[in-house]
């Protein structure tokens, strides 16, 4: 089961470092796609909650779909990984401990409310596909947020996915912003997008 996990983390490695700023290719996908699926394996083989399971399989898909040029494949990955935040809000519903902390729910439905301001004027025609799609990271968010403090590395976790998904957000729609450090936005969202799921999957597949 541990082969997985490694496998997982060493082509993790090399895609943020190798291919995270790379044009687009085949091989390329693959070496994207392989590490979320990796640690959907892994978590099925430890037993881990089949909500889980289904969400890092789901964020494989949408690895793969987002990889890959053109609107339908956009369209794809962000209805993939919409699906994964809905799997993630089904595990995470349950383990609620009361409500959030009132002061890190108000920052996130502030950064949540501020994408109406800097990224749903640049979406075009995706501007509802991708609100919906801030709803759901949000309530995933806010779900985590009400986590125990034994699973505070799961909290971690779907906060990194948050800044991970703001990162996406600006070099999908923020060319203006995005163009003059591509690269850099492109290893820090790998890092905090591969560092969630890794967080949120250690945390929950006990």
Do not use: N
């Amino acid at each position: 089961m541990g082969t997985f996990l490694a496998i997982s983390c060493v082509v993790s490695v090399a895609y943020g470092l190798w291919f995270c700023h790379r044009p687009v290719t085949a091989w390329r996908s693959m070496v994207k796609t392989v590490p979320v699926a990796m640690l959907a394996v892994w978590a099925a083989l430890t037993g881990g909650p089949v909500w889980l399971v289904a969400a890092l399989g789901l964020s494989a898909v949408g690895d793969y779909a987002l990889s890959r040029e053109g609107e339908p494949a956009f369209l794809a990955g962000l209805c993939a990984f919409a699906l994964a935040h809905v799997a993630y809000i089904g595990l995470l519903f349950g383990l609620v401990d009361g409500m959030p902390p009132a002061v890190p729910l108000m920052a996130l439905l502030a950064l949540a409310g501020s994408t109406e301001l800097w990224l749903a004027p640049h979406t075009g025609e995706m501007r509802w596909p991708v609100r919906g799609y801030v709803v759901l990271i949000t309530v995933m968010a806010g779900c985590a947020l009400a986590l125990p403090g034994a699973l505070w590395l799961a909290a971690l976790g779907a906060g990194a996915f948050v800044l991970s998904d703001t990162v996406l957000a600006v070099q999908l729609f923020r060319r203006d912003v995005a163009a003059r450090v591509d690269r850099v936005l492109s290893v820090a969202l790998w890092a905090l997008y591969y560092g969630a799921q890794v967080m949120m999957a250690v945390a929950l597949a006990g």
